[in-house]
């Protein structure tokens, strides 16, 4: 498995960074990535333009010099053939190892800030979530009409799908035209009030069985924005890259809701990470708005489903009592259980019986 080179026409830097792929370069400009992160992260002013900023920094660094990664599914899939190669080609597999390894790392110590502020998929949905949220909408929602033409131009691209399977056009490699329909077909479940949105959520599991049994098969199953990695057409990514845009136009980050395998090994991860978001019930008002201000939804009545948190720090900007702050989840745990416990009350001797 080799990573394949770029050479679309818009990579204008394609040729002096050709020397860096396969080398150290990438995982230091991973590391970077991370280590900006980290430290921005902790600013307490204008964070949503800086975080903005990096999203925009990160996909420069994905698209011209990360060529070991190629995408959500990639990233998996390289993992694994990466483990396969420990104990016979140990700088091979710390090449394809390195960029989940540290994912995995940076998640437990410091939070899921891969997914809110470094995943280019995740960046290039806030776009659809930016065009979204300026486009004029009722309070009603969706009206009737407007529900019918998604859900007719969604089926329709479900029966092209099928078409084309039944015609033996679809190859395993197009396949991740399957995870659009399904997309575009839980979008529009969902916006119809048919499905709930957090219980669907537990779909990520498939996802990420279905990416797992495909790397083991050794089928290539390609992912979104794999097309801006590869030196070989891929209309399939293109298309499926397309699908994600359109449907968080009508569902905030509905990728990483429904679909993304790597965002629930994540949103696993996050149950044990040191950095958690925290709601102080003393200091809330009950106002709302960091409930409206979360893009994936993780947030009812102030509290955090830690699972589906990105950590993108949305809701802590947006929060005017400082009633959502980042704790150390370790720190006040160790805390608490070197604290000695209260001595008990003693009990009343039982008078002697006559």
């Keep these: 498995m080799q990573a394949e080179r770029a050479s679309t026409l818009a990579k204008v830097f394609n040729v002096p960074l050709l020397s860096l792929d396969g080398t150290s370069v990438e995982m230091a400009s991973l590391l970077f990535l991370f280590l900006m992160v980290i430290v921005i992260s902790n600013a307490n002013r204008h964070r949503q333009w800086i975080r903005r900023g990096v999203q925009l920094v990160s996909f420069v660094v994905f698209f011209y010099v990360v060529y070991s990664c190629l995408g959500v599914f990639g990233m998996i ?24 390894f540290v994912i995995i790392a940076v998640t437990l110590l410091h939070g899921p800030v ?8 995740g960046s290039l949905q806030d776009v659809s979530g930016w065009i979204r949220k300026r486009l004029p909408r009722r309070p009603g929602g969706l009206s009737r009409v407007e529900l019918a033409g998604i859900m007719g131009a969604s089926l329709a691209f479900i029966l092209l799908l099928v078409w084309l399977g039944a015609k033996k056009k679809l ?56 097309f801006a990695f590869t030196s070989r057409d891929d209309p399939a990514s293109a298309l499926t890259t397309l699908v994600i845009l359109l449907a968080g136009t009508f569902v905030l980050r509905s990728w990483c809701r429904y679909l993304c395998p790597w965002g629930h090994v994540v949103g696993f991860l996050h149950r044990f990470s040191r950095l958690r978001i925290l709601l102080d019930a003393s200091k809330c008002n009950r106002c709302g708005v960091c409930d409206t201000s979360c893009d ?24 005017a009592s400082s009633a959502l702050s980042v704790v ?27």
């Design 77 to 100: 899939r390289n993992g694994l053939y990466g483990l396969t190669l420990v104990g016979s080609a140990y700088s091979e597999s710390f090449y394809w190892l390195a960029l989940p």
């Design 114 to 121: 891969f997914c809110g502020w470094i995943c280019p998929t």
């Design 171 to 226: 190859f395993v490699e197009d396949s991740s035209l399957h995870w659009a329909a399904m997309l575009l077909l839980l979008c529009c479940l969902v916006l119809a009030g048919v499905i709930d949105d957090i219980p669907s959520r537990r779909l990520r599991v498939f996802s990420l069985a279905a990416i797992f049994f495909t790397a083991v098969s050794h089928m290539v199953v390609t992912s979104p924005v794999h």
């Design 296 to 319: 994936v939804a993780a947030i009812e009545k102030g509290v955090i489903r830690v699972q589906h948190c990105q950590f993108c720090h949305s809701c802590v900007d947006h929060c």
């Design 328 to 354: 150390d989840v370790w720190a006040m745990n160790a805390k608490r259980e070197s604290q000695p416990a209260p001595a008990e009350a003693p009990q009343p001797s039982e008078s002697p019986s006559a």
